[in-house]
């Protein structure tokens, strides 16, 4: 790559010549991309992710940098009037946490709603959204964090934190002693399937339940898989035995993108990311899901048949668990409110809002999934779905990765959805 | 006249006939039916169970009373005026002046014009969404994503047409008659706002009604220059919930609206047009049609 | 004959005097102003970004960087693209799938439109009318509506395989919408007839009658008239209405992805779809929509050329 050489003496000369002959538009999108690329820096490109911050997993955790010119607000400070630009995963957050934050605080709350994450990236960092405060999932971080696009917290405003929140995210793998963020919500990625339509099949009789979209006969063009890049690839390598689902060696990628081959020439697997309701329809029987999703198809499935059937499977060892963050924008207008949002986020209420809502874990104390259950603020039946203390605790994380990993997580991605 | 005075041509066969009625059928019966759908009484939008307007309204998942639906059809209507107001005032004023450009300009003005006409509006929708996000220059710095970024990809998508439309009339009217309103003493720039403006207006309505229509349906640079959730049209919200998502008969009703919205723009452009030319005789039904179409 | 007429004498009130100069110096450039600017800004700059996305690179904090001056363009990305699009490659499957939808889909369009339209336009008599209206509503009415209504005719439980199995062509409902290239392809021709059709028929109603009394008075039979005259006076037009669902056929991706969803009937148009809203890869999504645009422009010269060339034989 020419890349140190763009950086210096090529990007001086170009400059010059552009400002001579006067382009702005050029000249100005130079200067952008040059202070895009300062954040880099020489070092192992195999262990370090954007802005050479080491890359973060359950066992190794990782300070992310601070910075002089990116400081945390100062304590003590009244929050502002809002409204309060609350930007996160459509259909997670109950309108109950969005009014009760209104009565309590007396801020306007004004949500809006990403698709997924991969699509509010891009939007972030090129600046057209303006967003308080973001649902961040924790591959993206040090994106963020390098590019300077979010701010520390000032834990003086998070008093539930501390109260609140698990011992094992106190201090957090991907973010230790949370400088930048606090929990999200957790839940888990495995199989669900209706057992009406597929009465023959339990995951208990086979030594690897993710082999069942290879084995299942009858099951072509009834099968459903996450149209994202690391819940598609991540459990297809969890199929093949990988246990790392960061894994960036060539040869699990390849196995993967193989198996998913294999899966279009035998089921003509659909992508998507509405698992819930073809679910719900029947027009699946089998899909990779997240356990929210049997949750969410109660909603949506027919009276004539009964919620029983929907069936989720994830193991307890080395279950894929997925969690996200709050983190608060840099040029936030509300930042002290943003913390607010933030402290409201991890307090019961909110919690038994969420799990009842949309059937997601969040991480404070007597909210873990056998709490939620015993006091009946959930379902018995949707015990599988809701991620348990022991998956949460052995359980294998999306994390982030370097630039050469990602690229080769894209290429994979994008061989899958080409079919080749 | 060797030939039967009502079929022109060659006679063919009458299975011919039974064919294009036939394609007439398969073209019109399913559009038919998802629009009968929305009047369906249960939940499903693949068996009859039924007629109820519940869907309609009435019931808190009824398309005008739920917020996502009204959400939706305000944003468009909103998008759609907009576009409307800007693509038919620029398409007119382009139409004028093109058809005065002579010289080397001419070539290389018609062939810009022309871009977003041929252009896949992937591309354009690309295109668009690429320079918002990497320039950071105005005009590109204060469009934002959403509202902003969709009316000026729709208005960029539209205006070509609303010129091919009003190009057409101006050639049918020919400088003659804004020359004699000049020789009977009119100041040029009165003449040419009493004369040509008078004259173009059939086509300028056309133009606006056209443009609206377009905007209405326009899904692909819309989606694509979006924001959020707050800037979902009708066919961005149909696009998303017609194989999984929220699918109730709603979702019908909402394509219904979408429908009707937009053939009673085309009908009453078509309508205006020779109501304000009844005393010319202008082209027929057909080349009519596709002057609207093309 | 009479419309022409009337045409033509307003026509004829055209003064000698040129019209431009009564008019003050620069009138006409302010006017357009607005008009050019705004081409200039939403059309020819973004058509220049897409290059320089393509020709960029991607930086260290995973952002792709365009690369605006036209010296230090890196072609690296487009030439990866190009070699991805040889058999083996990446976006193989995807350029195969394109190529025979598209092609499946036009055929499908002229055996179905070139008679529909033939009949409408020289036979239908009384008809006419009633038809012509009949094919500007679907015309009008939103694709992805008449999409969604296949969607509930082909679902498991529509109508469609409730007739099939009725009368005892299928023993159990067959998955329509689970991944099937025909379906693709049958929906593609469906939803682009309408724009195929119209300015088909418009130029086949320009055929002049006379032409065909005249082939028959030479004693060819009805057949004969049909190959030797109204054929070759078909081709242009077939042509022209070839290229207006070419266009926006090469960059579908929502029909596939609702008819099927499978990455087996990916199309190239959502590959650049997905790829160019963001990410590490958005050069790559340029790069194909680049490559894309440069075959459309390819394809569209070749037709310019040859239609110049026709109506410079035939004089019209």
């Known amino acids: ?420 | 006249m060797t030939t039967d005075s009502k079929r022109k041509g060659i006679r063919l066969p009458r299975p011919l006939a039974i064919f294009v009625w036939a394609y007439m059928v398969w073209n019109l019966l399913p559009v038919v039916a998802a629009m009968a759908f929305s009047f369906n009484a249960t939940r499903s939008r693949s068996q009859w169970q039924g007629f109820s307007t519940q869907w309609w309204s009435g019931t808190p998942l009824s398309l005008f009373d739920n917020e996502e639906y009204t959400a939706a059809l305000k944003h468009s209507l909103e998008l759609a005026a907009m576009t409307t107001v800007i693509s038919t005032v620029l398409g007119t004023l382009l139409a004028l002046v093109v058809t005065r450009i002579r010289g080397v300009a001419k070539r290389p003005v018609n062939f810009i014009l022309m871009i977003p006409i041929v252009t896949p509006e992937l591309i354009l929708a690309v295109g668009l969404y690429l320079s918002l996000t990497f320039i950071t220059v105005w005009p590109f710095s204060v469009v934002e994503l959403g509202t902003p970024a969709q009316v000026v990809g729709q208005v960029t998508y539209t205006v070509g047409f609303v010129v091919v439309i009003i190009r057409g009339r101006i050639a049918v009217l020919g400088d003659g008659l804004e020359a004699a309103a000049r020789d009977l003493g009119a100041g040029p720039i009165a003449a040419l706002v009493l004369v040509l403006f008078r004259l173009l207006m059939p086509a300028v309505l056309v133009g606006a009604m056209i443009s609206f229509a377009f905007s209405i349906d326009n899904f692909v640079i819309t989606q694509y220059l979006s924001s959020d959730s707050s800037t979902v049209s009708i066919p961005m919200y149909l696009y998303t919930n017609a194989r999984g998502g929220n699918t109730t008969p709603a979702l019908n009703a909402l394509a219904t609206v979408l429908v009707v919205t937009t053939l009673l723009a085309v009908a009453l452009a078509s309508l205006l047009y020779r109501w304000a030319t009844r005393r010319e005789s202008v082209a027929s039904d057909v080349t009519g049609t596709v002057a609207l179409s093309a | ?316």
């Open chain 3, 1 to 316: 004959m009479a419309e022409r007429l009337a045409g033509r004498e307003v026509k004829r009130l055209r003064s000698r005097r040129d019209p431009d100069s009564a008019y003050p110096r620069g009138f006409w450039h302010a006017l357009g102003a607005p008009g050019f600017a705004w081409f200039a800004f939403w059309v020819l700059v973004p058509a220049y970004t897409i290059v320089a996305v393509s020709m960029g690179y991607v930086s260290d904090s995973m952002l792709p960087v365009p690369e605006w001056d036209p010296r230090y363009w890196n072609l690296e990305t487009l030439r990866m693209v190009l070699g991805e699009m040889a058999p083996g490659g990446v976006f193989a499957k995807v350029v195969t799938n394109t190529v025979t939808y598209v092609a499946g889909a036009m055929v499908l369009c002229v055996l179905v439109g070139y008679p529909v339209a033939y009949y409408i336009a020289k036979q239908a008599g009384r008809w006419k009318v009633l038809l012509i209206v009949l094919l500007t509503i679907p015309f009008w009415t939103s694709y992805l509506m008449r999409m969604l209504a296949w969607i509930g005719l082909l679902a498991t439980d529509g109508y469609v395989n409730r007739l099939l199995m009725g009368v005892g062509i299928l023993d159990g409902p067959y998955g329509w919408l689970e991944g099937q290239s025909f379906v693709v392809v049958i929906s593609l021709a469906y939803g682009y007839l309408p724009y195929f059709i119209l300015p088909l028929l418009a130029s086949l109603d320009r055929i002049d009658d006379r032409l065909i009394d005249a082939a028959k008075d030479l004693g060819l039979g009805k057949a004969g008239a049909f190959f030797k005259v109204i054929l070759p006076l078909s081709k242009m037009p077939l042509i022209a209405a070839c290229t207006v669902i070419l266009l926006p056929m090469c960059g579908d991706f929502y029909t596939t992805t609702l008819m099927s969803g499978s990455p087996a009937t990916a199309m190239i148009g959502n590959q650049i779809q997905v790829l160019a809203q963001g990410g590490p890869q958005q050069n790559v999504g340029a790069s194909l929509a680049l490559l894309l645009q440069l075959t459309l422009i390819l394809l569209l010269s070749f037709y310019l050329y040859a239609s110049s060339k026709s109506n410079k034989a035939v004089p019209a």
């Open chain 1, 1 to 420: 790559m020419n890349r140190a050489r763009r950086g210096t003496t090529a990007g001086l000369s170009r400059r010059a010549l552009l400002q001579g002959i006067g382009f702005g538009a050029g000249a100005l999108a130079l200067s952008a991309c040059a202070s895009r690329t300062e954040g880099s820096s020489a070092g192992n490109s195999a262990t370090q992710g954007p802005g050479g911050i080491e890359l973060a997993r359950p066992g190794s955790p990782v300070s992310l940098p601070l910075y002089d010119d990116n400081q945390a607000i100062k304590s003590g400070l009244n929050p502002e009037s809002g409204p309060l630009n609350v930007y996160c995963w459509t259909g997670t957050i109950p309108k109950k946490t969005f009014t009760s934050f209104e009565e309590k605080y007396g801020v306007e709350v004004r949500p809006t709603f990403y698709g997924a994450p991969d699509e509010a990236l891009p939007k972030i960092l090129a600046g057209s959204i303006n967003f308080d405060v973001y649902e961040c999932s924790m591959e993206q971080l040090p994106i963020f964090v390098a590019n300077k696009v979010i701010q520390p917290v000032n834990h003086s405003y998070l008093t539930s934190y501390k109260s609140n929140v698990w011992d094992s995210l106190q201090s957090p793998w991907y973010d230790a002693d949370a400088s930048y963020t606090t929990p999200g919500s957790y839940w888990n990625t495995g199989i669900a399937w209706r057992e009406d339509l597929l009465p023959d099949w339990d995951p208990a009789s086979m030594d690897n339940p993710y082999d069942v979209f290879w084995e299942l006969d009858g099951i072509a063009g009834k099968v459903q898989w996450y149209d994202y890049v690391r819940d598609g690839l991540g459990m297809m390598m969890m199929r093949n035995g990988v246990s790392d689902i960061n894994s960036t060696d060539q040869a699990d990628l390849d196995a993967a993108v193989d198996a998913f081959r294999e899966l279009i020439d035998r089921t003509r697997v659909r992508l998507g990311t509405d698992a819930y309701q073809t679910l719900a329809q029947g027009t699946n029987w089998i899909e990779q899901a997240w356990g929210a999703d049997i949750y969410f198809a109660e909603f949506y499935i027919p009276k004539e048949v009964d919620p029983k059937v929907l069936k989720f499977w994830a193991p307890d060892e080395g279950a894929i668990v997925t969690s996200d963050t709050w983190v608060i924008s840099r040029k936030a207008k509300n930042p002290v409110a943003a913390h607010l949002w933030m402290n409201h986020l991890l307090e019961r209420e909110h919690a038994v809002n969420m799990v009842q809502y949309s059937g997601l874990i969040t991480p404070i104390e007597g909210m873990e999934t056998e709490n939620v259950i015993a006091e009946g603020l959930m379902s018995e039946r949707l015990n599988t779905a809701l991620p348990s203390r022991q998956q949460i605790e052995n359980g294998v994380y999306h994390a982030p990765l370097s630039k050469e990993g990602e690229t080769a997580w894209q290429n994979a991605w994008l061989a899958v959805k080409s079919n080749a």
